[in-house]
Nanobody, 133 residues
Framework: QVRVMESGGGSVQAGGSLRLSCAVS??????????LVWFRQAPGKEREGVAT??????????HYADSVKGRFIISQDNDKNTLDLQMNSLKPEDTGMYYC??????????????????????YGRGTQVVVSP
């Protein structure tokens, strides 16, 4: 059984930073061969992909939504089976529920734009991020 669990959300003022963490277990074979994604959903809006991460031939392959490029950093630790999202220079529009997601089909991370990320198999329950002006 695959389990995905997020932690690290909270409230922060604009310009501040937060670090989200995600623990993934039960993925076959492991996250080193997986597609890993952070999504978010703001109140009244559709869910959107924030960043993706995969390890290909031992090298990290990452994609970011235009809205977070230069501010957010996604990183995965294949030994610890964790996926982090470092969020800097936060803005009120970053407010939302953040979800970690994982799929054993790595090619789902081989995308051109974040809108191409789709049909990810396993999600966590989410962690809330609130950025005040």
């Amino acid at each position: 059984q695959v389990r995905v669990m997020e932690s690290g959300g909270g409230s922060v003022q604009a310009g501040g930073s937060l670090r989200l963490s995600c623990a993934v277990s039960g993925l076959n074979p492991n996250i080193a061969h997986a597609c890993l994604v952070w999504f978010r959903q703001a109140p009244g809006k559709e869910r959107e992909g924030v960043a993706t991460s995969a390890t290909v031939a031992g090298l990290p392959v990452k994609h970011y939504a235009d809205s977070v490029k230069g501010r957010f950093i996604i990183s995965q630790d294949n030994d610890k089976n964790t996926l982090d999202l470092q969020m800097n220079s936060l803005k009120p529009e970053d407010t939302g529920m953040y979800y970690c997601a994982a799929d054993s089909v790595q090619r789902k991370c081989f995308i051109t734009t974040m809108r191409d990320v789709d049909n990810i198999a396993h999600y966590g329950r989410g962690t809330q991020v609130v950025v005040s002006p």
